[in-house]
């Protein structure tokens, strides 16, 4: 059985940043791709960066502040995320698949979802 758990989450000030990890159990993430969502209030969950065989991808909002990276000796992901602003806030997801890059941004291309992590960022 697939377990991913993110951790890292929290409350943190705008211009602050923040690392947030994803453990996985049960697969390697070196065998496809990982990525990470973000869902705000009332809002649908969004893409935010991928990672599969080396190669990135952001979002706009994403690119230039936060980073992904993968550690595949501990089998976890992180997404470090640099110069935090309140529309930042959000519930961080960790998903994990055997996707393809053309649908590396599609949320039900993944096959499986952490429990997600909450940051908020305060003015």
Not at 71 to 97: F, I, Q, R
Request: glycine share 12%.
């Amino acid at each position: 059985q697939v377990q991913l758990v993110e951790s890292g989450g929290g409350l943190v000030q705008a211009g602050d940043s923040l690392r947030l990890s994803c453990a996985a159990s049960g697969r390697t993430f070196s065998n496809g791709a990982m990525a990470w969502f973000r869902q705000a209030p009332g809002k649908e969950r969004t893409f935010v960066a991928a990672l599969r065989r080396g190669n990135t991808r952001y979002a706009d909002f994403a690119k230039g502040r936060f980073i992904i990276s993968l550690d595949n000796a501990k089998n976890t992901g992180h997404l470090e995320m640099n110069s935090l602003k309140p529309e930042d806030t959000a519930v961080y997801y960790c998903a994990a698949g055997n996707t393809i890059w053309g649908n590396i941004e599609i949320a039900a291309s993944y096959a499986y979802w952490g429990q997600g992590t909450q940051v908020t960022v305060s003015a």
